[in-house]
């Protein structure tokens, strides 16, 4: 297969972080999620720094991230066979930095997975309610959950635009069963790389 480069937009909630581990399995792709990145600094000076951001619901400087990826993306395996990008474009100077950090290559499609905001609202309730103690990712209470929210719609709404604008969007309705909106995906993905 030729190398494949995605995006997966989403609420936080909607089920990003699952559906992108799925794809990257059923395509071989490195699954490049920033979330987990900066979660795996944990011990590190960097890692200390973001924690505040993150705890917080707060998104990262701009900078810090379009450095991390790009970094993430020179690597071998993203130049053989492409990656799948999760959490990252979130903001428009993110997503205006993405095509100076792949080219010539391009983005085959940006895939916006579509839960309404008063679903992943109580989706990310039930999830702070489920969670054990020790687990519990602390971006999960509720504060922190409006404002993730919040900053979504101020932030990261405006990519999805973006990407509509450049011809690279496709929605895909996120309200159903997890091997369902896999399926949909999956039909997206196909088509886009035919
Ligand atoms: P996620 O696991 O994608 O929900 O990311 C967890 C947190 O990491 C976010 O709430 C932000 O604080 C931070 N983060 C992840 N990706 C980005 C990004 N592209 N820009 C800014 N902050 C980010």
């Known amino acids: 297969m030729r190398p494949a480069r995605l995006v997966v ?28 990145m900066l979660r795996a600094l944990a011990g590190t000076d960097v890692g200390r720094r973001a924690r505040d951001s993150i705890d917080a619901g707060d998104l990262l400087a701009d900078d810090v991230m379009v450095e991390m990826v790009a970094e993430r ?19 428009l100077p993110q997503a205006e930095a993405l095509p100076g950090l792949i080219e010539p290559a391009t983005i085959d499609v940006a895939i916006h ?26 971006d999960d209470a509720d504060d922190v959950v409006a404002r ?5 719609e101020a932030e990261t709404a405006p990519v999805v635009g973006w990407f509509a604008d450049q011809g690279l969007l496709a ?15 999956m039909e997206v993905v196909d088509q886009a790389l035919a």
Request: aromatic fraction near 4%; charge should be positive.
């Open 9 to 36: 937009l989403g609420r936080p909630g909607a089920g990003k972080g699952t559906q992108c581990q799925r794809l990257a399995r059923h395509y071989q792709l490195p699954h490049v999620s920033t979330g987990e």
């Open 73 to 91: 993306l020179g690597h071998d395996d993203v130049r053989r066979v492409g990656f799948l990008l999760d959490g990252f474009p979130r903001t």
């Open 113 to 138: 997975v579509e839960v309404a905001p008063v679903v992943v609202a109580a989706r990310l309730a039930g999830r702070l309610a489920g969670s054990q103690e020790q687990q519990r990712r602390r």
């Open 148 to 152: 993730r929210l919040q900053l979504y």
């Open 171 to 185: 929605t895909v309705d996120g309200l159903a069963p997890v091997e369902e909106v896999t399926a949909r995906l």
